[in-house]
Nanobody, 124 residues
Framework: QVQLVESGGGLVQAGGSLRLSCAAS????????SGWFRQAPGKEREFVAA????????YYADSVKGRFTISRDNAKNTVYLQMNSLKPEDTAVYYC?????????????????WGQGTQVTVSS
């Protein structure tokens, strides 16, 4: 099993920045791809970004491309989501996810492990 714990959420003004962290523990050696998803009030959870640990490849949703950056620290088993130029529409609970094999995937059911989520609120 892999346990994921997100941190770094909070309240920020539009145009500001936040960095989310996702620390993995347990059998993190079985984690090959990590992703970030988000769920705004009244909406379905949506894909934000993914990173394939071994390849270093990344993929982003169009809505965040150029503003968000996903990265990982292998030694710390931690994935980050640097969010710049935040907009009110970025307000959501952000979830970290991981899967036990490689590749870049955008669907929820492609991921085996999930964190509890961290709230990001962007004020206008």
């Amino acid at each position: 099993q892999v346990q994921l714990v997100e941190s770094g959420g909070g309240l920020v003004q539009a145009g500001g920045s936040l960095r989310l962290s996702c620390a993995a523990s347990g059998r993190s050696s079985s984690m090959y791809t990590s992703g970030w998803f988000r769920q705004a009030p009244g909406k379905e959870r949506e894909f934000v970004a993914a990173i394939w640990w071994n390849a270093g490849s990344t993929y982003y949703a169009d809505s965040v491309k150029g503003r968000f950056t996903i990265s990982r620290d292998n030694a710390k088993n931690t994935v980050y989501l640097q969010m710049n130029s935040l907009k009110p529409e970025d307000t959501a609970v952000y979830y970290c996810a991981a899967r036990g094999s490689g590749g870049l995937y955008v669907t929820e059911n492609s991921y085996n492990y999930w964190g509890q989520g961290t709230q990001v609120t962007v004020s206008s």
